[in-house]
T-cell receptor, first 110, second 113 residues
């Protein structure tokens, strides 16, 4: 079955540094979603990517979907303490359910 | 709108006991899901429903049963709890599958001793 992996598993950064998490699928995806989960909270939808090579930005967050639609990345510029949490990607194939990656846990040191 | 709500928030069970987790959504969503979250393993789909009266198995359905008698409610049952079912359980809903975002409930932390 479809597998979704994320690296790194953990990332510790100093406030102001940049952060990137990578998501890789074992199969070609129709679309991918990203979620953020704050400590003790529940996953919250951030964005969806559908087109090959698509790039979307949300303030300091940049999301990219690979040309082959098998990988994606989330880049945060100049991290802040409010960025702390676990970031999940979720890959979708037509007619199937989303498969979530294991997540990347980000900690930001002030 | 309350969004997606879950009850209870916390529960401790002894091995062999049974319980039901309740999920309710007020967004008129067709699809509802039950996930479990374990450290380092992300969210794994237990069961899901594509509409009132329908249910289907997800990735890890063993030991769980579900029912969706009303569109707004999705129940997850554990008939005979095992320590391996210690986890955080999240319910989610969406309009349809595919290009629609999922809205998650606050979660239920279950410990089985």
């Amino acid at each position: 079955g479809q597998q979704v992996m994320q690296i790194p598993q953990y990332q510790h950064v100093q406030e102001g540094e940049d952060f990137t998490t990578y998501c890789n699928s074992s199969t070609t995806l129709s679309n991918i979603q990203w979620y953020k989960q704050r400590p003790g909270g529940h996953p919250v939808f951030l964005i969806q990517l559908v087109k090959s090579g698509e790039v979307k930005k949300q303030k300091r967050l940049t999301f990219q979907f690979g040309e082959a639609k098998k990988n994606s990345s989330l880049h945060i510029t100049a991290t802040q303490t409010t960025d702390v949490g676990t970031y999940f990607c979720a890959g979708h194939n037509y007619g199937q359910n989303f498969v979530f990656g294991p997540g990347t846990r980000l900690s930001v040191l002030p | 709108n309350a969004g997606v709500t879950q009850t209870p928030k916390f529960r401790v069970l002894k091995t062999g006991q049974s319980m039901t987790l309740l999920c309710a959504q007020d967004m008129n969503h067709e699809y509802m899901y039950w996930y479990r979250q374990d450290p380092g393993m992300g969210l794994r789909l237990i069961h899901y429903s594509v509409g009132e009266g329908t249910t289907a198995k997800g990735e890890v359905p063993d030991g769980y049963n579900v029912s969706r008698l009303k569109k707004q409610n999705f129940l997850l049952g554990l008939e005979s709890a095992a320590p391996s079912q210690t986890s955080v359980y999240f319910c989610a809903s969406s309009y349809y599958r595919g290009t629609y975002e999922q809205y998650f409930g606050p979660g239920t932390r279950l410990t089985v001793t």
